[in-house]
T-cell receptor, first 111, second 113 residues
């Protein structure tokens, strides 16, 4: 059983479309991070959300942390081919140090 | 400048021949992690150190060991690599405080022949 479940697992869209990726858990997290990973490279941090209900914007990306701090979402507006990659949510539960990844969402944006 | 450095980027080893992967950090973080990532999958946590305290995940095979001689360095030892151990291995560090972010190296791609 995965601690963090992401949906969808795969997403293929046309350039200019909008999309949302979900990250869900039955556990409470002190914070959640979102990463983007390209083939052959390590994950690169996009954002950290800490407060329940928090919304953060990074250009065309909008991140939200659920009120109960058990879930998060990533919304991309007007997707571009450069957004293609593996999107991963991740976090540590409570004060623990185990840092787990979600199941991942592979995004392909077609020109 | 890279803050988490993994060496080498690519490693080829023979079936059954011990191999060591290296990770160093300049962030002075308490926590260091090793992950295994297979193609099209999310990274899977193998173990982590909080300072010198070693924490193994329950499903990490005995074939995988780790050493952390000091704050800056951490090693992943694979005692007898099998074909199924071919993967990307990622090292990460984290400050150890609640809400702290993890920072990753570029990974080592391990091939077993």
């Amino acid at each position: 059983t995965q601690l963090l479940e992401q949906s969808p697992q795969f997403l293929s869209i046309q350039e200019g479309e909008n999309l949302t990726v979900y990250c869900n858990s039955s556990s409470v997290f002190s914070s959640l991070q979102w990463y983007r990973q390209e083939p052959g490279e390590g994950p690169v941090l996009l954002v950290t959300v800490v407060t329940g209900g928090e919304v953060k914007k990074l250009k065309r990306l909008t991140f939200q942390f659920g009120d109960a701090r058990k879930d998060s979402s990533l919304h991309i507006t007007a997707a571009q081919p450069g957004d293609t990659g593996l999107y991963l949510c991740a976090g540590a539960r409570g004060t623990g140090n185990q840092f787990y990844f979600g199941t991942g969402t592979s995004l392909t944006v077609i020109p | 400048d890279a803050m988490v450095i993994q060496n080498p980027r690519y490693q080829v080893t023979q079936f059954g021949k011990p191999v060591t992967l290296s990770c160093s950090q300049t962030l002075n973080h308490n926590v260091m992690y090793w992950y295994q990532q297979k193609s099209s999958q999310a990274p899977k946590l193998l173990f982590h150190y909080y300072d010198k305290d070693f924490n193994n995940e329950a499903d990490t095979p005995d074939n995988f060991q780790s050493r952390r001689p000091n704050t800056s360095f951490c090693f992943l030892d694979i005692r007898s690599p099998g074909l199924g151990d071919a993967a990307m291995y990622l090292c990460a560090t984290r400050g150890g405080l609640s809400g702290a972010e993890a920072f990753f190296g570029q990974g080592t791609r391990l091939t077993v022949v």
